[in-house]
């Protein structure tokens, strides 16, 4: 007896918490982007958002391979005869791809000057982003037995943290322009309070759960986890942005970029934590 020990370890390391904070600001550009065709007020975000959204995306898909045990395997995701398409993986590896080559040709169309199919592609571009981080959440909530990620909540904060992200990236990259500061104000204004009430939801049937729920919910809410999730990530990168920018002084440009920061910040934690803690609740035992 004892002979053997089971040493537990988590299958997804906080490479993805960062693929996941990136791919959430790559969706956001691109439904800026998109926005800028509607909007006057963010016509000059419109090159800007594509590019940006672009690069990171190149960032984004070198972590993903970085992290393969053997990385030459990820020109398997790229071949149909391997895909299984049972699994949200396959999809995601599907929207990326077709993200990417639609992100390209959407470029060159702005290099050309292509109004037409510029905004033909735009609208093509952002309805792909939008798949950015459902996939992503639904890589999480196909976990049958894992607390917090089991939910369909995940997908829905994961898509509300894009638009957050995302238009803090774009209220920095227009720190000068006033009109383009006011429309980005609203957008985050009501996505980081969507974020609010999803994390309040998910923390408070997690709370209510079974044991494993519980412990989960212990491990989110107290010591270092506890630190990172409901100190930065909920209060002061969700919670705390909305209120700035719902006060009589939130239409001011200081209070808007330091509010993007908060809010960039406060992604980063929760996306963090909600992917690590709940692994950790195996690592015990």
Wanted: aromatic residues 12%; proline residues 4%; charged residues 10%.
């Amino acid at each position: 007896m004892g002979e053997y020990l089971v040493f537990h370890d988590v299958a997804w390391h906080a490479t993805y918490a960062i693929y996941f904070f990136l791919i959430g600001i790559v969706a956001g550009l691109s439904f800026l982007s998109y926005a800028s065709w509607h909007l006057s007020a963010l016509r000059p975000l419109r090159e800007k958002s594509a590019y940006v959204s672009l690069a990171l995306l190149a960032v984004g898909g070198l972590l993903l391979i970085a992290d393969l045990s053997q990385p030459m395997r990820f020109l398997n995701m790229l071949n149909p005869a391997y895909l299984n398409f049972s699994s949200p993986l396959a999809w995601g590896a599907l929207n990326l791809v077709a993200y990417g080559i639609a992100s390209v040709l959407y470029l060159l169309m702005l290099w050309k000057k292509d109004e037409k199919n510029g905004k033909m592609l735009a609208l093509v571009t952002a309805f792909l982003a939008l798949g950015l981080p459902i996939y992503t959440g639904f890589d999480l909530t196909v976990h049958q037995h894992r607390p917090v990620w089991n939910t369909p909540a995940i997908p829905l904060l994961f898509v509300a943290l894009a638009f957050s992200t995302g238009s803090a990236v774009g209220a920095l990259m227009s720190a000068n322009n006033a009109e383009a500061q006011q429309v980005l104000r609203q957008f985050m204004l009501w996505s980081a309070g969507a974020v609010v009430v999803i994390l309040i939801a998910i923390m408070g049937t997690t709370s209510y759960g079974g044991s494993a729920e519980e412990l989960t919910f212990m491990l989110m809410t107290s010591g270092t986890m506890g630190l990172l999730f409901v100190g930065v990530g909920f209060l002061a990168g969700s919670l705390a942005p909305v209120v700035m920018l719902f006060a009589p002084t939130g239409k001011s440009i200081s209070v808007i970029l330091v509010s993007a920061l908060l809010i960039l910040l406060g992604s980063a934690a929760v996306r963090y934590v909600i992917l690590m803690a709940p692994q950790q609740v195996q690592t015990l035992f």
